[in-house]
């Protein structure tokens, strides 16, 4: 008989939940862009319940929470702290990773992992918005483009420059001195990129790096984010393309390890 598990990941900016088969197949995914306090983790749920073919939790074997919001999700009771949940959805694509690089969207976090994906140490940055998702959100309101556009941009910038503010608001102010000297959007883009490179990198260096790198995230599917961090770090970064719900796929493989210790 196949067991079906749910893992609810509720962020600060971003719901997702993911159901799995066996431990092994995803079945079912939703990733709403609204995070704890709103409707978006009800929304997430119902979503990923109803793609599955599911009506209720209940129908599920089993079913964990984790992330920013995880203590107020009453009907998903199980929880499990999001640091180990980064750690076993990372290791279920990569085997072989031995430092995870999480950039959440209002902090950001350095893992090294063991063996079978267990976490050893890690580092966070959670005092400032700087080095995390929320501060490209408020580069993109600045320079009045999508988020998705970002790594476009990037690939265009001929000329690096640097912006040194280490602080969200000074950082913004920074960028539109920039447009002021005509400055070119994809050279700003980098130069944030490369800024935000700088303070995730020294979180990794922390914690001591170790091959293989992955990243883990929403800021991962940002591919000139990713070359800023190759640079500043000099490891290659693997990613997955579920890069978003590797906190929701943790949560849902712990949760299967709970139907199978039941089962015993």
Do not use: W
């Not at 159901?19 to 409707?39: A, F, N, R, Y």
């Not at 203590?71 to 949940?85: A, G, I, W, Y």
């Not at 959440?104 to 893992?111: M, P, R, V």
């Amino acid at each position: 008989m196949s067991k079906f598990t749910m893992g609810v990941d509720v962020g600060s900016t971003t719901s997702k939940a993911v159901i799995l088969k066996d431990g092994k197949e995803i079945i079912s995914q939703s990733i709403i862009p609204v995070g704890t306090g709103t409707s978006g983790p009800a929304r997430a749920i119902k979503q990923v319940l109803e793609t599955a073919g599911f009506s209720s939790i209940d129908e599920l074997d089993c079913a964990v929470a984790t992330g920013y919001g995880r203590n107020s999700l009453e009907e998903v009771p199980l929880q499990m702290s999001e640091l180990s949940c980064h750690a076993k959805g990372a290791y279920f694509f990569f085997p072989n990773v031995r430092t995870i690089i999480d950039i959440g969207g209002q902090d950001s976090k350095a893992l090294k992992v063991g063996n079978n994906g267990i976490l050893e140490n890690f580092v966070m940055n959670d005092k400032c918005a700087a080095g995390t998702g929320r501060f490209l959100d408020v580069i993109a309101k600045v320079l009045e483009v999508n988020l998705s556009d970002l790594e476009v941009l990037d690939a265009k910038s001929k000329e690096d420059i640097t912006i040194s503010s280490t602080c969200t608001v000074f950082a913004e102010s920074e960028v539109i001195s920039q447009l002021a000297k005509g400055t070119k959007f994809e050279d700003i883009v980098r130069g944030i990129h490369a800024s935000i490179a700088s303070r995730v990198g020294s979180l990794a260096k922390r914690v001591g790096i170790k091959d293989q790198v992955v990243m883990t995230g929403g800021v991962a599917l940002n591919h000139g984010m990713i070359r800023a961090l190759e640079k500043n770090i000099g490891f290659k970064i693997y990613t997955s393309e579920y890069c978003q719900l590797n906190g929701a796929i943790g949560a849902a493989l712990f949760a299967y390890q709970k139907c199978l210790s039941a089962k015993k």
